[in-house]
């Protein structure tokens, strides 16, 4: 369902832009990294409404000192950012990165790798690349364009982000920066607040069944009751998605209607 009812038109990847935007409510003075089209988009609408003192880069060296569309360069820049500069940040957990998964399970163990035994696995994956380093050091969120029971499994093939029962097994000393926030999806948006730290359901989008989201899940979410509904963009957040962050639409191929 790509339309939210008939509340003005709105579609389900604006709503999971607006999402993605609060996952960055409240937070200032860090670098934001965003993997996807519909987080990118949500970063630079959190830049443009709640959060401005969020700072976001090129990907590779700059730090922007503009907020361009998502399918356009920036011709602004605000600092150089190399390797060791980021490295610092990242260290010193000043650094909120929403990444994607092939895999995840209830406990936030996210899997970037290989499906299937690892050793000869039946897919090959990206590999862990900084994954674990990321949900080690600073906070992560993670973003799921489709929401099925492949992604989210029982348990993952392979470790590639480090998950709340890993931590907790670990000690209190082991990994003192791990923070898993929140897991946005084209369904709904999810937290790490149920029982030992597992998934839960945080809101589900307008438009969406709890029974879907259950049949797509490959374990019990946590529930709270009421269920909440994801918020729609406001007028506001609604006119910059649509006519300057991105106005050729890309955001409804990543969440098609």
Known sequence: MGAVGAVNGITRAE???TACSDL?????????SPAGLVPAIGVRLALLT??????????????LGDV????????????????????????SGRRHVVMGGAQIDRFGNQNL????????????????RAAATNTVNHM??????????????AKVDFVSGVGRDRVRAAGPGAFPFHRLHRVVTN?????FSGPDSSMALV???????????????????????????????????LQLIREVLDPRTLREHEVPA
């Open 15 to 17: 709503v999971a832009v």
């Open 24 to 32: 960055f409510r409240g937070q200032r003075e860090i670098l934001a």
């Open 50 to 63: 709640h959060a401005p003192d969020l700072m976001i880069s090129d990907g590779e060296s700059t730090i």
């Open 68 to 91: 361009p569309a998502v399918d356009r360069p920036s011709t602004v820049s605000a600092g150089y950012l190399p390797y060791r500069e980021l490295f610092e940040l990242i260290a």
């Open 113 to 128: 790798s290989a499906i299937g035994d690892h050793t000869r696995p039946a897919r090959q994956l990206l590999g862990t």
């Open 140 to 153: 992560t969120s993670y973003w799921i364009p489709r929401h099925t029971r492949r992604t989210f499994v």
């Open 187 to 191: 369904l709904g948006v999810f937290d």
């Open 203 to 237: 809101s589900l989008h307008p438009g969406v069944a709890l029974d879907e989201v259950r049949d797509a899940t490959g374990f019990p979410l946590h529930l709270t009751a009421p269920i909440r509904t994801t918020r729609l963009p406001d007028e506001r957040e």
